[in-house]
């Protein structure tokens, strides 16, 4: 292996002759093929191309028009909301409504509804509609408009059932003798309750008149450019409005043609499917690629048409660049035939020498391959199988490392807090190395009380510790809190993130952290409390954390066990000592009153500034002591 390895002719020589011939039975008809099928399906293919392409900007367009007839058709929707809701519109209209006024009295509230629709005419400069008016929909009377013309016309019949009563809509109006007769006009409406019932009894309708349409109809041309004082016109978008409408914009034209029974087929189409893209026949009978979206509830859609000439004029200028594309790739596959097979076993060598290379532990070392087939492929995942396995090694040696420095640093601290007799300043210390030498943005210990009931904080790192301890901050065993599940459980508990856990109890002093961890401090499986620690980074806890800080919990659980018998073993000497103490100093007394006195005043010395009160009882009849 080691000679095949030093002799690189050997390892070429043998693969070159065999994979040449391979190479060149692959390479022939890669290059035939491509030749003889390009010439007889170049044609076909190109034009599927531009109208798969043409397809799709159609249905774009059609798509960005709707949305802009959509905002259009929202605005207007929107102003006319704001004006019914408004009590300047509806206190004068229910007078006008329901009182029946006449002469001055009509005319002053007509004045009033007047003055409002004109402010809705307009919306921050830009005139909304062309009209409004005010409908009553038990009568169909137009009671108040904009258009004095208007005034008093009975709409009843086709409009107010064309026009929702009940929701707020725009709908395009075709041939309405009192607003189009002829013609096409747009109509947002919206219902109105001016009164205390529950009832619709008054529809507010913004009309736009024809060159209101036709500036809409302008917005919406997509195949329209401007050159100069010139406009290029290379397709046509219309409305197209159920039955059987079709509402155009001639060129330079500001007021839009509608035309009734056209039997355009997108109508037919939008049975089917309200959005779609399609070769047909337009009005003029020229064929044309056409997408259109349909809107149900305006009864109404955007068709865009584009004549296929216009389309496929573009393949002719295809054919020099298909014809540049076969000699190139003649040329290349030609070459690759004659250059591919050195090219291809070079690599094969420097292979070899990486799996030596690896072998021997050079975790370093890449193999410098530029190549995208099988063989540069190869080369490229041995590099990245070299780069993973180093990082491995890496990370490994980095993590035994860093678990060893967390072992050495819990053996520091479990050393430092055992030496501590007394159990506050143990668990102070505790917390401080434990942070210090952690790194934690937070450590606190809690203690479970006498009751067994809460988990008391009795030392924490920081101001904020400081607080929480002055406030006696504690917790419920087996509260809703990681500190309560933990103490309930006797077991730790992580918390990867403390927005998503759900048993993170949340401090309102500790804004910042972002993950938290707590293990239990127990003797013997008798849980004494917890050591809680915290992060401002999320995910800052894992197992191994765990394991190292259940370790030191365990230690500093037997410190403060012991820390406790400590204090006990103090209390019960120094007990001892006052009853020695005081006994002493009443042996040899007879007398009753010295007796208490002594003891009394013995024993307020001994517990200081107490008040010492003994008190005798005389014992009753026949309490088994003897006496009568």
Do not use: C
Request: glycine share 8%; charged share 20%.
């Amino acid at each position: 292996m080691t000679d095949q390895a030093q002799s690189p002719a050997g390892v070429r020589l043998r693969p070159q002759s065999s994979l040449g011939r391979r190479l060149a039975f692959v390479l022939l008809p890669l290059v035939l093929v491509p030749v003889v099928l390009i010439g007889g399906t170049g044609y076909l293919r190109s034009r599927d191309i531009l109208a798969g392409q043409a397809e799709d900007q159609m249905l774009s367009a059609a798509s960005s028009q709707v949305t802009r007839l959509l905002d259009w058709a929202r605005a207007r929707e929107q102003r006319l909301q704001l004006g019914s809701t408004g009590s300047s519109l509806r206190e004068p209209l229910a007078h006008l409504i329901h009182d029946n006024p006449v002469g001055g009295q009509r005319q002053a509230y007509v004045d009033s509804i007047l003055i409002v629709l004109q402010s809705l005419q307009t919306s921050e400069g830009q005139v909304m509609f062309s009209h409004l008016a005010v409908v009553d929909p038990a009568t169909g009377e137009i009671v108040a408009s904009t258009n004095n013309n208007w005034i008093g016309e009975n709409l009843e019949g086709g409009l107010l059932e064309e026009v929702a009563m009940d929701a707020t809509e725009t709908r395009a109006v075709y041939d309405n003798p009192v607003f189009s007769p002829g013609g096409l006009v747009m109509v947002s409406s919206a219902p109105m309750r001016t009164g205390m019932m529950e009832s619709i009894d008054a529809v507010l309708l913004g009309v736009n008149l024809e060159t209101r349409v036709g500036a809409l109809m302008e917005e919406l041309q997509a195949f329209w450019q401007q050159r100069g004082v010139f406009r290029e016109v290379t397709g046509e978008t219309f409305l197209a409005v159920t039955p059987d409408i079709i509402v155009r914009l001639p060129r330079y034209s500001i007021a839009p043609e509608a035309q009734s029974g056209s039997g355009h087929p997108v109508f037919g189409l939008a049975l089917a499917e309200n959005q779609g893209a399609t070769e047909w026949e337009n009005l003029a009978g020229l064929p044309v690629l056409g997408a259109y979206e349909f809107v149900p509830e305006m009864q109404m859609g955007v068709v865009v048409e584009v004549p296929t000439e216009t389309i496929f004029a573009e393949l002719n200028d295809l054919f020099p660049f298909i014809a540049t594309i076969v000699a190139i790739t003649t040329v290349l596959t030609l070459l690759i035939a004659v250059f591919a097979t050195s090219r291809m076993l070079r690599p094969l060598g420097r292979l070899a020498e990486f799996a030596q290379r690896i072998s021997r532990g050079e975790w370093d070392y890449r193999i410098p391959i530029a190549r995208h087939d099988e063989i540069g492929v190869v080369g490229h995942s041995l590099n990245r199988m070299a780069e993973e396995l180093r990082q491995s090694y890496s990370t490994l040696e980095q993590r035994v490392q860093e678990r060893t420095q967390q072992v050495r640093t819990a053996s520091e601290v479990a050393r430092a807090v055992t030496s501590i007799p007394s159990l506050e300043d143990l668990l102070h210390k505790a917390v401080e190395l434990i942070r210090e030498r952690f790194g934690y943005y937070y450590v606190s210990i809690f203690l479970i009380d006498r009751e067994r009931k809460h988990a008391e904080l009795r030392q924490a790192t920081g101001e904020i510790g400081e607080a929480l301890i002055a406030r006696k901050h504690k917790l419920g065993v087996g509260s809703n809190s990681i500190i309560g599940w933990v103490t309930a459980n006797n077991s730790p508990r992580i918390a990867s993130d403390v927005s998503e856990d759900p048993v993170h109890f949340r401090n309102e002093l500790l804004t910042e952290t972002r993950s938290e961890a707590a293990v239990p401090l127990q003797v013997g499986g008798l849980v004494l409390g917890a050591l809680d620690v915290q992060s401002t980074e999320p995910e800052a806890f894992s197992d191994e954390d765990i394991q190292v800080l259940q370790t030191l919990a365990d230690q500093l659980s037997a410190a403060i066990q012991n820390a406790r018998l400590a204090q006990t073993s103090v209390a019960a000497a120094e007990r001892a000592r006052l009853i020695s103490d005081v006994t002493g100093q009443l042996s040899g007394l007879l007398d009753v009153d010295q007796v208490l006195n002594t003891a009394a005043h013995s024993l307020h010395r001994a517990l200081g500034d107490s008040e010492i009160m003994i008190k005798l009882t005389v014992p009753e009849a026949g309490d088994g002591n003897g006496r009568g």
